[in-house]
């Protein structure tokens, strides 16, 4: 199977329902190099408005964060995150999060794209 859009080509998708608001860890294995993604929920009372927070925690592991999204209806990203490389092709990701209105649980669904080539080193 492939599946494309906007000249992207889907290479993972999913969806996972978290246990309880624990974090969901992503590990996008491949021959070499694997990529981790830990995607989490973090309320700030400080803040007004809800955001992500793209935290590169090691050189191989992502840390996405949903700070203050709302609860009840599904939030996620408009634009490609773009994220780096892998296997030699951009790798992008859109997401959507949606937690449950008592704060017991929540769903990621995500999709990781891949785009054309990038030039091997030489």
Same mark, same amino acid.
């Given at each position: 199977?492939?599946?494309? @859009?906007?000249?992207? #080509? ?5 969806? +996972? ?5 624990? !974090?969901?860890?992503?590990? =996008? ?5 694997? =990529?981790?993604? +830990?995607? @989490?929920?973090?309320?700030?009372? #400080?803040?007004?408005?809800? /955001? ?10 992502? %840390? ?5 999204? !709302?609860?009840? %209806? ?15 092709? %951009? =790798?992008?990701?859109?997401?959507? +999060?949606?937690?449950?209105? /008592?704060? @017991?649980?929540? +769903? ?10 990038? !030039?091997?080193? #030489?």
């Amino acid at each position: 199977m492939r599946i494309t @859009s906007g000249g992207y #080509e889907a290479v993972y998708h999913g969806r +996972v329902f978290g246990y309880g608001l624990n !974090p969901i860890q992503i590990v =996008l294995s491949e021959e070499r190099d694997p =990529l981790t993604f +830990v995607f @989490s929920i973090e309320n700030d009372p #400080e803040r007004d408005d809800f /955001d992500t927070d793209i935290r590169l925690v090691r050189q191989d592991t992502v %840390k996405i964060v949903c700070v203050n999204f !709302p609860r009840g %209806k599904p939030i996620g990203n408009r634009d490609m995150i773009h994220l780096g490389v892998l296997n030699n092709r %951009k =790798l992008s990701l859109r997401y959507e +999060v949606n937690i449950h209105y /008592d704060l @017991s649980t929540w +769903v990621l669904s995500f999709t990781f794209f891949a785009g054309e080539g990038v !030039p091997e080193h #030489e």
